[in-house]
């Protein structure tokens, strides 16, 4: 069974983006479930080996908190030994097995795993066969629509074999596989495949703002919704969806407000073996939009370590 979750609002996963720290603030700030960033089947059976004689576990490599929770942890990978075995590994840690058919990178498609598993349709079969009959925690599927314009309804026929095969929850990004990011995300589709499902739907592209959440829910009827991009150097917007989703109305957040919270993700990034570009980037992303943001955004980018970097958003927030 699904776990129960505190919010319609979820963070995406987003691989290079999203770390421990974020998801652990977006919790914080209200998501409903945050979701590691996609993970190859393969790598988590070597590692574990390694860990192990290390007499370690599987979270060295995945890292997580426990306030994190409820969690879910995202496979990719189409091996269907290598699959049953990492599943296995990582299920005592997550509350929720994720499985990736929706990424549009070459290096993954190419392998057969992501967005291109949508045209294989038997192999789609066995893979989620093979994940729920691996595991006792529920297992759910990140979805595109198709892979190309002329396949874009592909997610009917693969959402009516996941939901044979006992996945527990689907998440729809209505882009196809070779639209990449480009155009739109087609959020009738969402309404389409809510109308013809008969397990939770969490509809996800192109939601920036709560009005956009809460027109997603409201026009699709999907039962919770995902933000990737939207949340990205912007923790508040989950508690804006929550409370605009029950009063209408939400608190607006100045630019020193996110600074602060990026101060607040810095603390969190202690705990965990987060790489210093990515936490770089980071900053580059709180500070996004922001009055002499670009100045500032050059700034970042020549400081080398974490001291600096604490240094010029400091200066940055005591000048703003
Ligand atoms: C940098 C980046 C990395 C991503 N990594 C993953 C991933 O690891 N797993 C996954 O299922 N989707 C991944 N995605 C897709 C997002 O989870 C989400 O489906 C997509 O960005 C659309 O939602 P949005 O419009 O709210 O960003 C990634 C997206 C971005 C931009």
Redesign the pocket.
Same mark, same amino acid.
């Given at each position: 069974m699904l776990p129960k979750f505190s919010s319609r609002a979820f963070l995406?996963?987003?691989? !290079?983006?999203?770390d421990p720290a974020l998801r652990l603030q977006c919790k914080q700030m209200g998501a409903g479930l945050v979701?590691t960033?996609?993970t190859n089947i393969h790598s988590i059976i070597a590692k574990e080996k390694q860990l192990k004689e290390k007499m370690s576990t599987i979270q060295e490599f995945i890292e997580y908190s426990e306030q994190e929770r409820p969690l879910s942890v995202?496979l990719?990978g189409s091996d269907l030994s290598a699959l049953e075995k990492a599943a296995k590994i990582v299920e005592p840690y997550f509350d929720i097995i +994720?499985y =990736?058919m !929706?990424?549009p990178a070459p290096h993954i498609t190419r392998q057969m795993a992501g967005g291109a598993l949508l045209q294989e349709v038997n192999l789609t079969q066995q893979i989620l066969r093979t994940l729920v009959n691996a595991v006792h925690k529920p297992v759910t599927l990140?979805i595109r629509s198709g892979v190309t314009d002329a396949s874009k309804f592909l997610f009917r026929e693969i959402s009516e074999i996941a939901e044979d095969e006992g996945i527990q929850m689907i #998440?729809f990004?209505p882009?196809t596989v070779s639209q990449g990011?480009s155009g739109t995300?087609d959020w009738n589709l969402i309404k389409e495949l809510k109308e013809i499902s008969n397990i939770p739907i969490v509809g =996800?592209? +192109?939601? #920036?703002t709560p009005e956009d959440a809460k027109t997603m829910i409201d026009e699709t009827g999907c039962d919770y919704v995902?933000?990737?991009? !939207?949340?990205m150097g912007n923790p508040f917007l989950f508690e804006q969806i929550n409370d605009y989703l029950k009063t209408n109305s939400y608190k607006e957040y100045s630019f020193k407000d996110r600074l602060d919270a990026f101060f607040d993700y810095l603390h969190l990034t202690s705990q965990y073996k987060i790489k210093f570009v990515n936490i770089e980037s980071q900053a580059m992303r709180f500070t996004k939009g922001m009055n002499g943001g670009s100045k500032l955004r050059s700034k970042i980018t020549l400081s080398s370590n974490i001291e600096d970097l604490e240094k010029i958003m400091n200066n940055a927030y005591t000048t703003s």
């Open positions: 995406a996963p987003m691989a !290079g983006v999203s979701v960033e996609f995202q990719f +994720d =990736n !929706g990424c990140k #998440t990004h882009r990011y995300a =996800n592209g +192109d939601i #920036t995902m933000i990737g991009r !939207g949340a």
